[in-house]
């Protein structure tokens, strides 16, 4: 007879294993330490699993889902890029504002001169912003410091909201996010930096979990981002990419030949680049805010993504320039509205898939036995209306390793 330490009646699952949300009615969660034991119908449970239960809550026939996860943020910088947007509004592009020394080199300054401590309150009140919304994982990346000390100052904060926040937290080390003003013209001297200086202190201090790059023409190319995989790789680390975001730069085959955990924006992504993923099982992450707030009207190729079987998840990809946006909901909704997105798939997108792209997929994403016991539970009518509103944030109950959060 299983004995489970809690248990969830009166529920109705959306576990986002299976078609069609994996909808399990009248259904109920056994839990047994941080982990699901048990999911399934309620009548199914059996009276002595009843009486032998050690604490049960009752859900009211809400909907649960998994914790929601946010797989690609920019969480800790200083300053804003609020001068930009108004630039952008006036029709100078992104590629032009980043010629005239703004975009990331804007933000890396800002970021060099605040303090840790100053970082960690303005980042720990983004990261509130996650949690109210049922986020329980999230990744936060550096990027905005392009020096030793900087990088490790952001990764030191990231390490500090892991450790004091409930969330899992992944950190990310993107120091080939953009060359720093010390290094114009000399992106090779940069690269050699990065592998033989800094990547080495980072692995030293245990300060990130995965490496990423930014492959652009306004970057660095697909040779110089595979010398820093060829370094991450031969550390331990996994790797991730920004890549196709303005132009194709083949980043993506560059990425599956790493066995990349995610591609990510990939507007301008071709069928080869496709191709290549689905074969690597890399995960394409999508970022809606982005085009957002871009006004990009190139359109990532979902229906090919589709056709070839790649798991899609999308993020805020918050960030002080390109997508100052602070809630998940919102952009499974813009997945909807400006990339015809079913609400399924955008559920899928920040579950299952987004745990895919993280890595993660084996603990976290969907709710099935043996999987860490991460759920919200939801004052909703259906699944769907998760991605239905803007605004709304109709959690009720917040779950994380078997126990209530918030």
Same mark, same amino acid.
């Given at each position: 007879?299983?004995?489970?330490?809690?248990?969830?009646?009166? *529920? /109705?699952?959306?576990?986002?294993?299976?078609?069609?949300?994996?909808? !399990?009615?009248?259904?109920?969660?056994?839990?047994?330490?941080?982990?699901?034991?048990?999911?399934?119908?309620?009548?199914?449970?059996?009276?002595? =699993?009843?009486?032998?239960?050690?604490?049960?809550?009752?859900?009211?026939?809400?909907?649960?889902?998994?914790?929601?996860? $946010?797989?690609?943020?920019?969480?800790?910088?200083?300053?804003?890029?609020?001068?930009?947007?108004?630039?952008?509004?006036?029709?100078?592009?992104?590629?032009?504002?980043?010629?005239?020394?703004?975009?990331?080199? =804007?933000?890396?300054?800002?970021?060099?001169?605040?303090?840790?401590?100053?970082?960690?309150?303005?980042?720990?009140?983004? &990261?509130?912003?996650?949690?109210?919304?049922?986020?329980?994982?999230?990744? !936060?990346?550096?990027?905005?410091?392009?020096?030793?000390?900087?990088?490790?100052?952001?990764?030191?904060?990231?390490?500090?909201?892991?450790?004091?926040?409930?969330?899992? !937290?992944?950190?990310?080390?993107?120091?080939?996010? =953009?060359?720093?003003?010390? #290094?114009?013209?000399?992106?090779?001297?940069?690269?050699?930096?990065?592998?033989?200086?800094?990547?080495?202190? !980072?692995?030293?201090? $245990?300060?990130?979990?995965?490496?990423?790059?930014?492959?652009? /023409?306004?970057?660095? /190319?697909?040779?110089?981002? $595979?010398?820093?995989?060829?370094?991450?790789?031969?550390?331990?680390?996994?790797?991730?990419?920004?890549? $196709?975001?303005?132009?194709?730069?083949?980043?993506?085959?560059?990425?599956?030949?790493?066995?990349?955990?995610?591609?990510?924006?990939?507007?301008?992504?071709?069928?080869?680049?496709?191709?290549?993923?689905?074969?690597?099982? @890399?995960?394409?992450?999508?970022?809606?805010?982005?085009?957002?707030?871009? /006004?990009?009207?190139?359109?990532?190729?979902?229906?090919?993504?589709?056709? #070839?079987?790649?798991? *899609?998840?999308?993020?805020?990809?918050?960030?002080?320039? @390109?997508?100052?946006?602070?809630?998940?909901?919102? *952009?499974?909704?813009?997945?909807?509205?400006?990339?015809?997105? @079913?609400?399924?798939?955008?559920?899928?997108?920040?579950? =299952?898939?987004?745990?895919?792209? &993280?890595?993660?997929?084996?603990?976290?994403?969907?709710?099935?036995?043996?999987?860490?016991?991460?759920?919200?539970?939801?004052?909703?009518?259906?699944?769907?209306?998760?991605? #239905?509103?803007?605004?709304?944030?109709?959690?009720?109950?917040?779950?994380?390793?078997?126990?209530?959060?918030?």
């Amino acid at each position: 007879m299983e004995v489970f330490d809690e248990l969830w009646l009166d *529920v /109705n699952i959306a576990t986002m294993s299976g078609e069609n949300y994996g909808v !399990i009615p009248a259904g109920a969660i056994g839990i047994s330490g941080e982990k699901i034991s048990w999911v399934g119908r309620q009548k199914d449970l059996g009276k002595k =699993a009843l009486n032998s239960v050690k604490k049960i809550h009752r859900g009211n026939n809400f909907w649960v889902t998994p914790g929601l996860i $946010e797989c690609h943020t920019h969480l800790v910088y200083g300053g804003n890029r609020v001068c930009e947007f108004e630039m952008r509004q006036k029709g100078v592009s992104y590629a032009q504002i980043s010629k005239m020394g703004g975009g990331i080199n =804007a933000t890396v300054q800002s970021t060099r001169g605040t303090s840790e401590d100053g970082l960690f309150l303005s980042a720990r009140e983004r &990261l509130s912003g996650f949690l109210k919304e049922g986020v329980t994982t999230i990744e !936060i990346k550096s990027g905005y410091g392009l020096d030793m000390q900087t990088e490790l100052k952001m990764l030191r904060v990231a390490t500090r909201l892991q450790r004091q926040s409930y969330a899992t !937290i992944q950190r990310t080390y993107l120091g080939a996010h =953009a060359v720093p003003p010390e #290094y114009k013209g000399r992106a090779d001297e940069y690269i050699d930096f990065l592998c033989n200086e800094v990547l080495p202190e !980072i692995k030293k201090e $245990e300060l990130a979990d995965t490496v990423d790059a930014f492959c652009e /023409n306004i970057a660095f /190319n697909t040779d110089q981002v $595979e010398r820093l995989f060829l370094k991450a790789k031969k550390l331990g680390y996994p790797v991730k990419l920004h890549a $196709e975001q303005l132009s194709d730069q083949k980043g993506a085959i560059l990425a599956a030949k790493y066995q990349a955990l995610s591609v990510d924006h990939l507007e301008y992504l071709q069928e080869d680049g496709i191709k290549a993923i689905a074969k690597s099982g @890399t995960i394409a992450v999508l970022l809606p805010g982005a085009s957002y707030y871009l /006004n990009e009207t190139k359109k990532p190729p979902l229906e090919l993504l589709k056709n #070839y079987k790649v798991p *899609v998840a999308i993020s805020t990809d918050l960030n002080p320039g @390109t997508s100052p946006i602070n809630s998940l909901l919102a *952009v499974m909704n813009m997945a909807c509205v400006l990339w015809k997105f @079913t609400p399924v798939d955008a559920l899928l997108g920040v579950t =299952a898939n987004s745990a895919k792209a &993280l890595g993660l997929g084996s603990a976290v994403g969907t709710i099935e036995t043996g999987k860490k016991a991460d759920f919200v539970v939801w004052d909703i009518s259906q699944p769907a209306e998760l991605s #239905y509103g803007i605004g709304l944030s109709p959690h009720k109950i917040v779950v994380k390793n078997g126990k209530i959060i918030q």
